[in-house]
């Protein structure tokens, strides 16, 4: 007994001395492809050494296949995976935690203080164009996917889809408190999402990184540098292909087709360029 309190002791002086000589704790929601990547790499710069930051895509991946193997449900969600693992960390008072969770206006309130949550937004359909050419790429390299002919004809055919419909609601899946998918679009749920985004204390816009980044070193006391690091046109299809033979098939019309799928998110986007914290 007396040695597993000495344990218990131990790890709790651990998680002091970890956190001291850090700024306060502070949480990224990382939305995909909005240049959260690049936030990420510039805060763990300043919070290096905290030992939690990111959490990982690929290990919440294999712990929610890990889940639903064990428990044999098909409605165990990867995102309440990773909002799982999110309020464990925040439980032990990670320094820094980063990554594709969801946040609701609950989880801000219990949380802060200590800690801050900020993030990043892009336009909403440039977001989604984005996401699209960098998942067919990612996929066809990790061999999930085999690149059709006729690229095009599987654009359209994504465009029908219920995932490019989900991709137009990103802003609000992250922000709307764990709706189910076909709430996404529901006017209840965006005022939620709009709901959570008032709590935050810095809301960037990929569009004007040097606000943001200045408002970052604002709320971390130290100077952050934002480097852009991960860039589409770097990857490659094992045929060759790259994002520019992607990029042609968005043509004015096709663009119009998307910026309709991003309608919820649009909403959320307009609303934030009007909060305190937008920078």
């Known amino acids: ?86 309020c464990f960390r925040i439980a032990n008072r990670a320094p820094y935690l980063s990554g594709h969770f969801c946040v609701s206006s609950e989880l801000i309130e ?14 909403p359909s440039d977001r989604w164009v984005s996401n699209y050419i960098y998942s067919r790429i990612r996929q066809a390299q990790d061999g999930t996917r085999t690149p059709p002919e006729d690229i095009e004809a599987e654009l359209h055919q994504y465009l029908e889809s219920a995932c490019a419909r989900r991709e137009g609601a990103k802003y609000i899946f992250a922000l709307g408190g764990h709706q189910r998918e076909d ?6 749920t965006i005022d939620r999402a709009k709901q ?34 991960r860039k589409t046109q770097n990857f ?19 663009r119009e087709r998307v910026k309709t799928l991003c309608q919820p998110d649009y909403a959320l986007y307009q609303f934030a360029r009007t909060l305190p914290a937008a920078c």
């Not at 218990?8 to 850090?22: I, N």
């Not at 490659?236 to 096709?254: A, C, M, N």
């Open 110 to 123: 219990m949380t802060r203080p200590p800690y801050r949550f900020v993030t990043l937004l892009r336009e």
């Open 236 to 254: 490659q299809e094992p045929g060759g292909r790259s994002d520019k033979d992607y990029k042609i098939l968005f043509t004015p019309e096709v």
């Open 196 to 229: 959570s985004l008032t709590k935050f204390d810095a809301v960037g816009f990929l569009e004007d990184l040097p606000a943001f980044q200045t408002r970052l070193s604002e709320l971390v006391k130290r100077r952050v540098t934002i480097r852009h690091l």
């Open 1 to 86: 007994m007396q040695r597993t309190a000495q344990k218990v002791g131990k790890g709790f002086r651990f998680v002091l001395k970890q956190c001291r000589g850090f700024p306060e704790p502070l949480v990224f929601m990382h939305v995909p492809k909005t240049g959260g990547t690049s936030i990420d790499a510039a805060l763990g710069r300043i919070y290096a050494g905290a030992r939690e930051g990111n959490i990982g895509f690929d290990r919440i991946t294999h712990a929610w296949k890990c889940i639903k193997a064990h428990e044999d449900r098909e409605d165990t969600r990867w995102s309440h995976v990773i909002n799982t693992a999110l």
């Open 183 to 188: 709430a996404l679009f529901d006017a209840e």
